[in-house]
């Protein structure tokens, strides 16, 4: 029997390999404000939260100039590389056959909507996809806003939902907004940063999660 009905992804290092990318462009656009570029594992460490967010997050001193420049030099660096960035192992596969199966889809990003877009296109998996929601579009995570809004969108109860991270701030809006969570542990941060916000599972990579789903979901 079902367990679930919808099933949320993030996007950014769970069905997509961003993470890298999104590093870089996050580092030279710091350097373009002038300010000191964050460690790789620090700027890990925001992914997943909005754009404007992340840059408090990361450089809360910065003042208004400098935080409009990081904002706009980011999109810049990383629209230059986004046709770099691929799908991971089984994901091209998998997104059709679980919407084929009669799972509602639905993505909770934080990105902007013009960059999901955009992502959108060049993996070719929108058609897939009954629902989004994006970071200039709603709170960003962990606020429930996303999960909640998606849910009320599709007609799907808390209970019948799950949602996929590889951040904290996934499972922790998962938390908040009363539904279960999968931990994708192969994405931006590592398994001991997932486990405290009580996961169903966790997987090592988009291989065993797609199995999990088949098997459970």
């Known amino acids: 029997m079902r367990q679930f009905d919808l099933i949320v992804f993030d996007w950014d290092g769970?069905?997509?390999?961003?993470?890298?990318?999104i590093v870089d462009a996050l580092q030279a656009a710091s350097?373009?404000?002038?300010?000191?570029?964050?460690?790789?594992?620090?700027?890990?460490?925001?992914?997943?939260?909005?754009?404007?967010?992340a840059m408090h997050t990361l450089f809360p001193h910065a003042?208004?100039?400098?935080?409009?420049?990081?904002?706009?030099?980011?999109?810049?660096?990383?629209?230059?590389?986004?046709s770099d960035v691929s799908l991971f192992d089984g994901v091209a596969e998998a997104i059709p056959e679980l919407e084929a199966h009669?799972?509602?889809?639905?993505?909770?990003?934080?990105?902007?909507?013009n960059g999901l877009n955009r992502?959108?296109?060049?993996?070719?998996?929108?058609?897939?996809?009954h629902?989004?929601?994006?970071?200039?579009?709603?709170?960003s995570?962990?606020?429930?806003?996303?999960?909640?809004?998606?849910?009320?969108e599709l007609d799907v109860l808390p209970e019948r939902t799950v949602m996929v991270g590889d951040a904290p701030f996934d499972l922790q809006m998962a938390q908040?907004?009363?539904?279960?969570?999968?931990?994708?542990?192969?994405g931006a941060q590592p398994l001991e940063n997932l486990l405290p916000y009580s996961p169903l599972a966790c997987f090592n990579s988009f291989t065993k999660l797609r199995l999990w789903l088949a098997l459970n979901a």
Do not use: W
């Open 14 to 21: 769970t069905l997509v390999d961003s993470a890298r990318t």
């Open 31 to 53: 350097v373009d404000a002038g300010l000191e570029p964050p460690r790789d594992s620090v700027a890990r460490s925001v992914i997943g939260l909005g754009l404007k967010e």
């Open 63 to 82: 003042d208004q100039s400098q935080a409009q420049i990081l904002v706009e030099r980011y999109r810049s660096h990383y629209y230059l590389r986004d």
């Open 102 to 113: 009669g799972f509602l889809l639905a993505v909770a990003t934080g990105k902007g909507r």
């Open 119 to 129: 992502s959108f296109e060049a993996t070719g998996l929108k058609s897939y996809f």
């Open 131 to 139: 629902a989004s929601r994006c970071a200039d579009e709603c709170f």
């Open 141 to 152: 995570k962990p606020h429930p806003q996303m999960l909640h809004e998606l849910m009320n």
């Open 176 to 186: 908040n907004a009363g539904v279960a969570s999968l931990g994708a542990a192969y």
